[in-house]
């Protein structure tokens, strides 16, 4: 049984580029978390996603990120223009969610995203 | 706003030296303390969950308990294998109907032979 995977592993950009992170989630799980790891700090949740719906993007930086989850294909995390202060570690994580009151995230290997 | 700290932030062990790790926490309406393991570049791995004060879960040589205000992760005789950053998070709904982790930044463990 496959775990959640991401790719690329590593990425480079320059400033100004598009960065698109892709996700598939683990078998039979259908609810999709983005989280971004800056250096030196713990993971912040950034959005929630179903097939074919945001459910919340409160963490999401307001210009330049997007994320989609489409009926068929991974989730992709969009930053376009990307500066400096993009790079870090983002991490998918996916759940079944058992119940309103279990669920337990099951986390990716990451992409490290560095811009230069 | 919700807080997780964790200490200490880096811990050395020799093998076989028990030990624990801490993880205090403000937060309303929590549904669940999560542990988890993180290698060096890579994706935290999920360890126990913990939904209710007095609860404990064990695994191997790691033992987790929860109070009402901290959560402890007990590691009996440790081993090098068990070098690496473990991360506490707690789990609530919120308002927009998603379920959120928010993490503690770890406890770097290392244990020497």
């Known amino acids: 049984n496959a775990g959640v995977m991401q790719n690329p592993r590593h990425l480079v950009r320059r400033r100004g580029q598009e960065a698109r992170l892709r996700c598939s989630p683990m078998?039979?799980?259908?609810?999709v978390y983005w989280y971004r790891q800056l250096p030196e700090e713990g993971l912040k949740f950034m959005v929630y996603?179903?097939?074919?719906?945001?459910?919340?993007e409160s963490g999401m930086p307001k210009e330049r990120f997007s994320a989609e989850f489409p009926k068929e294909g991974p989730s992709i995390l969009r930053i376009q223009q990307v500066v400096r202060g993009d790079s870090a570690a983002y991490f998918c994580?996916?759940?079944?969610?058992?119940?309103?009151?279990?669920?337990?995230?099951?986390f990716g290997p990451g992409t490290r995203l560095l811009v230069l | 706003e919700d807080q997780v700290t964790q200490s200490p932030e880096a811990l050395r062990l020799q093998e076989g030296e028990s030990s624990s790790l801490n993880c205090s926490y403000t937060v309303s309406g929590l549904r669940g303390l999560f542990w988890y393991r993180q290698d060096p570049g890579k994706g935290p791995e999920f360890l126990f969950t913990l939904y209710s004060a007095g609860e404990e879960k064990e695994k191997e040589r790691l033992k987790a308990t929860l109070t009402k205000k901290e959560s402890f992760l007990h590691i009996t005789a440790p081993k090098p294998e068990d070098s690496a950053t473990y991360l506490c998070?707690?789990?609530?709904?919120?308002?927009?109907?998603?379920?959120?982790?928010?993490f503690g930044k770890g406890t770097k463990l290392s244990v020497i032979p």
């Open positions: 994580a996916s759940s079944p969610r058992v119940s309103e009151y279990q669920e337990t995230q099951y």
């Open positions: 998070a707690v789990g609530k709904y919120s308002g927009a109907g998603s379920y959120q982790l928010t």
């Open positions: 996603l179903q097939k074919e719906n945001i459910i919340d």
């Open positions: 078998k039979g799980h259908s609810h």
